[in-house]
């Protein structure tokens, strides 16, 4: 069975991903890294006036966030 983790800010799910998946390394950290890089890109994105994501930068991340989701995809399962 799965436990619910609430949080109801996105600094707070990256805070409970880091608690309950990093830190107990049910997750390598590199997730948490990606994680961190994902929500800093996100703030600038929403928040800077002329903040823009170079093509190639983005295109670097694709392979690691389809990574990191079919890894949390098998743990999710694993769980069940």
Excluded: C
């Amino acid at each position: 069975m799965l436990n619910v983790i609430d949080s109801q800010t996105h600094s707070g799910q990256r805070t409970q991903f880091s608690r309950h998946f990093i830190k107990t390394r049910k997750l390598d950290k590199k997730y948490g890294k990606l994680l961190v890089q994902l929500y800093d890109w996100r703030q600038q994105g929403d928040y800077e006036n002329l903040f823009d994501f170079s093509k190639e930068a983005v295109i670097q991340l694709i392979e690691p966030v389809k990574e990191m989701l079919d890894t949390i995809d098998n743990e999710i399962k694993n769980s069940l």
